[in-house]
């Protein structure tokens, strides 16, 4: 698989990566034997960086990746990021603190069963937290400390990014990029590239629907959050479906299957746009089985996607998703 710098790490990871969140909750049940081999088929796929989160499943993504690194010994190769922040009250700056991010560290340490942390990314956190210089300065202590090798940021909106990207210390930004998702060309990217900041784009596949394989009678589990956020209810909408409506998105959804080009899935092509955009360092679509898992990984070895093909994605978002998009995306 091609590898990528990951922006201010000193590392380098696959272009494909997984996102763990699915192996902790919010998206059904998934068992932890099912977690495992998702793992496996995916490092064995040629993944080498996987995403996870304090708070998927209350720590469980975390343990079930600490299980997978131990049983695959210390030269794994492996990158593992993970994000603090959201066990306080989402919407309380003041919770963003050297003591609070030691303990949450503390905990992602143990959970994980390493001494240092190969990246820690403060989670969505309010944007008053992203303008503080006490944050950075808190997480440069970390460092400092060897709790994490190297800090970054994943956030929701563009502004957000932009307010990252230019800290000397963050090494990457992790936000919303699919082709119903198309803001961060505009700015952020060409931001990180000319700073050096790694871009880790998360919810590629628009929470599945880019899949394909969704239509408007399509019932998800009641646990699983493209049931429950729909509207935000939980977290911000923008995590469920790109913010699109569902309806919407599933019509937008049938045409770019109507695109897919030979020798490509829907989802493939899907990732493959990600891939292909500058200052793009890793896409961590999730999975929730070993064939998913490989799948998304082979779209690394596809060709760049024709002209052709990208006016006619073009068409799609100009013609059935811009209207939709909030503008602080």
């Given at each position: 698989?091609?590898?990528?710098?990951?922006?201010?790490?000193?590392?380098?990871?696959?272009?494909?990566?997984?996102?763990?969140?699915?192996?902790?909750?919010?998206?059904?049940?998934?068992?932890?034997?099912?977690a495992?081999?998702?793992?496996g088929?995916?490092?064995?796929?040629?993944?080498t960086?996987?995403?996870?989160a304090?708070v998927?499943?209350?720590?469980?993504?975390?343990k079930?990746?600490?299980s997978?690194?131990a049983?695959?010994?210390?030269?794994?190769?492996l990158?593992v990021?993970?994000?603090?922040?959201?066990?306080a009250d989402?919407?309380d700056?003041d919770?963003?603190?050297?003591?609070w991010?030691?303990?949450?560290t503390?905990?992602?340490?143990?959970?994980l069963?390493?001494?240092?942390?190969?990246?820690v990314?403060?989670h969505?956190?309010?944007?008053?937290?992203?303008?503080?210089?006490?944050?950075y300065?808190?997480?440069?202590v970390?460092?400092?400390?060897?709790?994490?090798?190297?800090?970054?940021v994943?956030?929701?909106?563009?502004?957000?990014?932009?307010?990252?990207?230019?800290?000397?210390?963050?090494?990457?930004?992790?936000?919303?990029?699919?082709?119903?998702?198309?803001?961060?060309?505009?700015?952020?990217?060409?931001?990180?590239?000319?700073q050096?900041?790694?871009i880790?784009?998360?919810?590629?596949?628009?929470s599945?629907?880019?899949?394909?394989?969704?239509?408007?009678?399509?019932?998800?589990?009641a646990?699983?959050?493209r049931?429950?956020n729909?509207g935000?209810?939980?977290?911000?909408?923008?995590?469920?479906?790109?913010?699109v409506p569902f309806?919407?998105?599933?019509?937008?959804?049938?045409?770019?299957?109507?695109?897919t080009?030979?020798g490509?899935?829907?989802?493939?092509?899907?990732?493959r746009?990600?891939?292909?955009?500058p200052?793009?360092?890793?896409?961590?679509?999730g999975?929730?089985?070993?064939?998913?898992?490989?799948a998304?990984?082979?779209?690394?070895?596809?060709?760049r996607?024709?002209e052709?093909?990208?006016?006619?994605l073009?068409?799609?978002?100009?013609?059935?998703i811009?209207?939709?998009?909030?503008?602080?995306?």
């Open positions: 698989m091609e590898s990528r710098q990951l922006g201010r790490t000193g590392r380098s990871v696959g272009v494909v990566g997984l996102g763990c969140w699915q192996l902790g909750g919010d998206w059904g049940s998934v068992s932890d034997e099912t495992l081999e998702v793992l088929a995916a490092v064995d796929s040629g993944v960086f996987l995403d996870t304090d998927y499943g209350d720590g469980r993504s975390e079930l990746i600490g997978f690194l049983a695959r010994g210390p030269n794994h190769g990158t990021a993970t994000k603090m922040g959201r066990r989402p919407h700056a919770a963003y603190t050297l003591s991010f030691r303990a949450w503390d905990r992602s340490r143990e959970n069963g390493v001494d240092t942390l190969d990246l990314q403060l969505c956190p309010p944007a008053e937290v992203l303008t503080r210089e006490s944050t300065d808190a997480l440069d970390l460092v400092d400390e060897g709790r994490v090798a190297a800090y970054g994943s956030v929701e909106t563009v502004d957000e990014a932009l307010e990252a990207i230019v800290r000397p210390n963050v090494a990457t930004v992790q936000i919303i990029l699919n082709v119903f998702r198309r803001k961060p060309l505009e700015q952020v990217l060409p931001l990180a590239v000319e050096g900041v790694g880790i784009a998360r919810v590629p596949l628009a599945g629907l880019l899949s394909g394989k969704y239509d408007e009678h399509t019932q998800f589990a646990d699983d959050h049931s429950f729909r935000g209810e939980a977290f911000d909408v923008g995590e469920t479906f790109a913010g309806e919407v998105g599933v019509a937008a959804a049938r045409e770019v299957a109507a695109l080009p030979v490509y899935t829907t989802a493939q092509l899907a990732l746009w990600v891939i292909d955009q200052g793009v360092s890793v896409v961590i679509p999975a929730r089985s070993a064939a998913q898992a490989v998304n990984a082979e779209a690394a070895s596809l060709p996607i024709d052709e093909t990208l006016d006619g073009r068409g799609v978002y100009d013609g059935r811009r209207q939709h998009v909030h503008a602080r995306w």
